[in-house]
């Protein structure tokens, strides 16, 4: 049963901010600024629990020393000045002895110390803690679920009997829907902790992962039922302390905006570096305050126009010459690069894209897209030094970091790209003066990545050993196999192509890791990739591109077949499309116009994994605000058919006869549950 009473947060989904990474926590200055954001942006709740300040979890059960509780009785009345409500957060987790008298009474010492301070609102947080109860414990209270549910109602008696209009949140263990199947803390640990914990106590929640890409209504329905209350999210979409190399000054997403009835409150946990904030508690902002369906990228543009002001540069002096002032374009090409935890931003993205043609073509072929991308290489390198200049210090001090690597990755790239101009020139390379040779970003950890596979997700019974990640350029080859193994409509198409086995991959696989490396997916196991799913957001676009950088060199290496078509061998008959192609975008204009396509070898068939990828693709064209999808499939292929149908594909329109083409679309503005593909997921 759903606790309606329960009252810890007012008014209905009221947003925060927690303070409650790991690293160096905020200054005195910088909470100063965070306060003024949060009123400016009507964000009422401060979470306080800074995971590296002793007193809060490493040394919990000490008080503050005096000069530092003088401090936070300052911080509590700036934010009851401003109507902030000012939560302070414990993190005992560690080493409590939950049965143990002395602990629970050095734990309401503490909440009788911030009371004295000002404070009328509590959390205990038990994230990030070994999950494993000492012998007393475990002797007393059998489950982690179970000690915790005790110390937590006793800690709520206590602020109920002293604190008029006190509050107690929760973190529990296992946090997200992750870890809670993977079992952390216990069987059952939700659904002990949610009926044992006192109604009152609100309970905080990270939804389906630590770093969720997406959360929706549907995706809290079960945790909401098992802890027997709405939760409150605690959201880490813009938290960086896991990633040194970069922040996240994107907009916020992944979030419908129907997400606020099924939550009694959403505080965002964001950058370590407060300054870089700004963004996300702007974008946050409205889409709190707002109506309608949510634009992130609108949003976004909105609230770089708004933080543009802190970007100005210092005024020329005597011996100094004023350096070009930093625009909205320098400003969103930047933001672009530091966008989200799963996206580029668009800037970022055509940069990327333009580079890979830029490296990988001759200059002859080089056409916009490789020319922009120059441009925004040039326009990053000459930010990194104007920046140099910006008034506001602290701000330049927070993008330092991450700015002066962009900075000389960018030269590296215009310094490669010079050197290919300079070789068609029939000149010598100019040497590298800028970089140390050998240096890579990133130093042992990105080694490590690189020998590790990073798992998507934690292997399930049924997938076995399989593991689905984002496409690598080195894949390529691979999944020109799988291509050509699922080319016969689905079965080994082999002994069709023995003349050109690539001739399939050519057109299917290629373009896609050239022109839409963001949206392609790899399955392996212990032998190598054995699926894909690629796709592309704008076919117009990618069809363009292939037009203008990938037709030419396919009908250039191949020749047309002649003679008649029923003498043509397979892979002829895929040369002939070289030099005919047939690009299709079906159903009314705008409403498809992405796509997609998926391929798995028969040992990763029949696994769930081909949904599982296509959930991802579907969750990633949503997230950019595709409004549909097609895609094609052989008429013949009904069981293929089939699979798109549970999915809530529907058929299009068909080209060809028996022999040809089915297309198949779904629309992905359409509202929730009202596809099976969502009710499936
Ligand atoms: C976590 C930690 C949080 C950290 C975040 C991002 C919770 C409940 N706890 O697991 O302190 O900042 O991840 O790394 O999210």
Request: with cysteine; glycine share 10%; hydrophobic share 40%.
């Amino acid at each position: 049963m759903v606790h309606p009473t329960a009252t810890a947060i007012e008014p209905h989904c009221p947003g925060g901010v927690i303070e409650g990474f790991y690293g160096p926590p905020w200054s005195d200055a910088e909470r100063q600024t965070l306060l003024e954001w949060m009123a400016r942006f009507g964000l009422s709740v401060y979470l306080f629990c800074p995971k590296d300040d002793p007193h809060h979890r490493a040394a919990w059960r000490e008080p503050y020393p005096r000069g530092e509780a003088e401090r936070i009785a300052s911080l509590i009345a700036d934010c009851g000045r401003r109507r902030i409500d000012f939560v302070w957060g414990v993190g005992p987790g560690l080493d409590l002895r939950h049965a143990d008298e002395a602990d629970v009474a050095a734990l309401l010492a503490r909440f009788a110390e911030l009371l004295r301070l000002g404070c009328r609102r509590f959390a205990l947080l038990l994230d990030d803690i070994p999950d494993a109860l000492d012998p007393a414990d475990a002797a007393r209270f059998g489950t982690l679920a179970a000690a915790q549910a005790h110390v937590a109602n006793q800690a709520w008696e206590w602020i109920a009997a002293n604190v008029p209009g006190g509050t107690l949140l929760l973190c529990p263990t296992p946090y997200c829907d992750r870890m809670a199947a993977a079992g952390l803390g216990g069987s059952d640990y939700l659904e002990t902790l949610g009926g044992q914990l006192a109604p009152a106590i609100d309970i905080l929640w990270t939804g389906p992962e630590i770093i969720a890409p997406e959360i929706t209504h549907k995706s809290l329905r079960s945790v909401t039922r098992l802890l027997q209350r709405k939760p409150v999210l605690w959201d880490n979409f813009f938290a960086d302390d896991y990633d040194g190399n970069r922040f996240f000054a994107g907009p916020y997403s992944g979030r419908p905006r129907d997400l606020q009835s099924a939550v009694r409150g959403i505080f965002l946990n964001p950058n370590n570096e407060l300054p870089l904030n700004f963004v996300p508690l702007h974008t946050f902002s409205s889409w709190l305050h707002g109506n309608g369906p949510w634009n992130p990228r609108a949003a976004f543009e909105n609230a770089i126009g708004d933080w543009l002001p802190a970007f100005r540069l210092l005024d020329a002096a005597p011996h100094r010459p004023a350096r070009e002032p930093i625009s909205l374009d320098d400003l969103t090409l930047l933001t672009d690069c530091f966008y989200g935890p799963y996206e580029q931003g668009a800037g970022a993205e055509a940069l990327l894209a333009g580079a890979r043609g830029v490296m990988e073509k001759p200059p002859a072929a080089w056409g916009r897209d490789e020319e922009q991308a120059l441009d925004a290489a040039r326009r990053l390198k000459s930010l990194g030094y104007r920046l140099a200049d910006l008034a506001d210090r602290p701000l330049l001090h927070a993008l330092a970091r991450r700015l002066w690597p962009l900075r000389e990755e960018c030269t590296l790239f215009l310094h490669h790209a010079d050197n290919k101009l300079r070789a068609a020139r029939g000149e010598a390379p100019h040497p590298d003066n800028d970089h140390l040779p050998g240096t890579f970003r990133g130093g042992f950890l990105a080694a490590l990545q690189k020998v590790v596979p990073v798992p998507w997700e934690q292997p399930r019974p049924g997938t076995g050993a399989f593991t689905i990640r984002p496409a690598r350029p080195e894949d390529r080859q691979q999944a020109y196999r799988v291509c050509l193994e699922t080319g016969d409509d689905g079965r080994d198409g082999t002994p069709y192509y023995r003349d050109d086995p690539d001739a399939l991959p050519r057109i299917f696989v290629g373009p896609y890791f050239a022109f839409a490396p963001n949206l392609a997916w790899v399955v392996e196991d212990d032998e190598g990739v054995c699926g894909y799913c690629l796709g592309a957001a704008d076919s117009a676009a990618f069809y363009d591109a292939y037009e203008r950088q990938w037709r030419p060199d396919l009908t250039a290496r191949f020749p047309a077949p002649t003679g008649a078509p029923a003498t043509w061998t397979r892979a002829q008959q895929i040369h002939h499309l070289y030099h005919h192609p047939d690009h299709l975008i079906p159903g009314p204009p705008g409403h498809y116009p992405a796509h997609v396509h998926i391929d798995l070898l028969p040992q990763a068939q029949g696994r769930g994994l081909g949904k599982k990828m296509m959930g991802m693709i579907l969750g990633e064209l949503r997230r950019r605000g595709l409004p549909g999808v097609h895609l094609g499939v052989g008429t013949v292929n009904v069981r293929a058919q089939a699979f798109y149908r549970k999915l809530g594909f529907a058929e299009l329109c068909r080209v060809g006869g028996d022999d040809g083409c089915t297309s198949m679309g779904l629309r992905l503005d359409a509202p929730p549950d009202s596809t099976a593909e969502r009710r499936d997921r």
